[in-house]
């Protein structure tokens, strides 16, 4: 057999991870003992593999997350009201695949950022189209496709993708055009897309995040109806951290 011939009409096709696995069996003397459908298989599952990773790798640098952070590393050890079996379930990614939202609260170090960081990064390794935000970006860029003219292009790539999260929620109450912006993004995640949303702000107190009653009603029965509630307390891991440090 021909082997660097094959590799090149390999590349040819597209298909480079297979020809560098196949010259690298050609290199391995053992491999000359496996049967040809070993070989196949060994060379269809270094394309898929290299695939999947450059996927995964697009999916993260759209989704932007802020922290480099995963489930398997989730502290469960420091009490702050982290409901194991809870996240363990959300990892998991179901609530995704039924359209449903979270919503993770507690004071400032507790860990919310880092939780929703994990769980989008756990998404994008599924599979699942992912975008980060803190609110404030969040309607900062909204506010500039509307005065570039394509806010309506804008909200179709945002309805288009399955998690939304939407970090740092609250304190300031949203503008008349926020709340109007939150809404139709709201919408739109109805029976098609998630929310994960993170604030310091007890759930009890969105409705003055908000600002209007009507409309605040309109947003908050649409996430909460149907959301998962982690809510967060004690003091701030980095504070914990650094004492710990000088102690010792």
Known sequence: MLIHPTAERLRGLGLSAMADALLELQNN????????????????????????????ARRLQ?????QAAA?????????????RSLFQALATGAWIREHRHVA?????????????????????????????RRAPRLFADLAQARGEGRLARFMTQIERTQLIIIDDWGPEPLTAEQRRD????????????????TS?????????????????????????????????????????????TNEA
């Open 71 to 83: 489930v398997e590393n989730v502290d469960y050890r420091t009490p702050r009201g982290l409901d």
């Open 104 to 132: 993770i609260t507690g004071p400032t170090g507790t860990g919310k950022s880092w939780l929703a960081c994990a769980l989008g990064h756990k998404a994008c390794r599924d599979g699942i189209s992912v975008v980060y």
């Open 200 to 244: 310091q702000v007890p759930i009890s107190a969105w409705h003055d995040v908000v600002g209007d009653p009507t409309l605040a009603d309109a947003i908050l029965d649409r996430v909460l109806h149907t959301a998962h509630r982690i809510e967060l307390r004690g003091e701030s891991l980095r504070k914990r951290g650094a004492r710990e």
């Open 182 to 197: 939150l809404l139709e993004i709201v919408d739109d995640r109805y029976d098609r897309g998630s929310l994960l949303i």
């Open 62 to 66: 759209v989704a932007k997350l802020r």
């Open 29 to 56: 003397p053992q491999a000359a003992e496996l049967p040809h459908a070993d070989w196949l298989g060994l060379l269809v599952d270094r394309e898929a593999s290299v695939r999947d990773n450059r996927r995964l």
